[in-house]
């Protein structure tokens, strides 16, 4: 499994954030596919989940309200929008992939990451 993170590095705050993950190979294999992102100096953290059989969602506390994942599942693209951007929302944004479960614990399948940098 292939998993490519494609969107805008930089964007303003206040503006949304639009990212892309591309999956490849097994992807009729996996159970859920899900948006990660990682602070300087921080561990990477889950923000939204989508199980792709169902396109049912789950949104970390932190991130509810001003994020989005939704999926094309005949492309195998999975989208994360993020609204109201603020400098806070600065970081490393992964997608990652899971075979068995949509915990955050689950995902053992990460793309290269993007940078998303905001500016004020």
């Known amino acids: 499994l292939q998993l490519v993170e494609s969107g805008e590095n930089e964007v303003h705050s206040g503006g949304t954030l639009s990212l892309s993950c591309q999956a490849s190979?097994?992807?009729?294999?996996?159970?859920?596919f899900g948006w990660f992102r990682q602070f300087p100096h921080k561990q990477r953290e889950g923000i939204a989940s989508?199980?792709?059989?169902?396109?049912?969602?789950n949104y970390a506390d932190a991130a509810s309200g001003r994020f989005s994942i939704s999926m094309d599942i005949e492309k195998s693209l999975v989208y994360l929008q993020v609204d109201s951007l603020s400098p806070e929302d600065t970081a490393f944004y992964y997608c990652g992939a899971s075979f068995f479960g949509s915990a955050w614990r689950d995902f053992d399948y990460w793309g290269q990451g993007i940078q998303v940098t905001v500016s004020s």
């Open positions: 989508i199980i792709r059989k169902s396109g049912a969602t």
């Open positions: 190979g097994y992807t009729s294999e996996v159970y859920a």
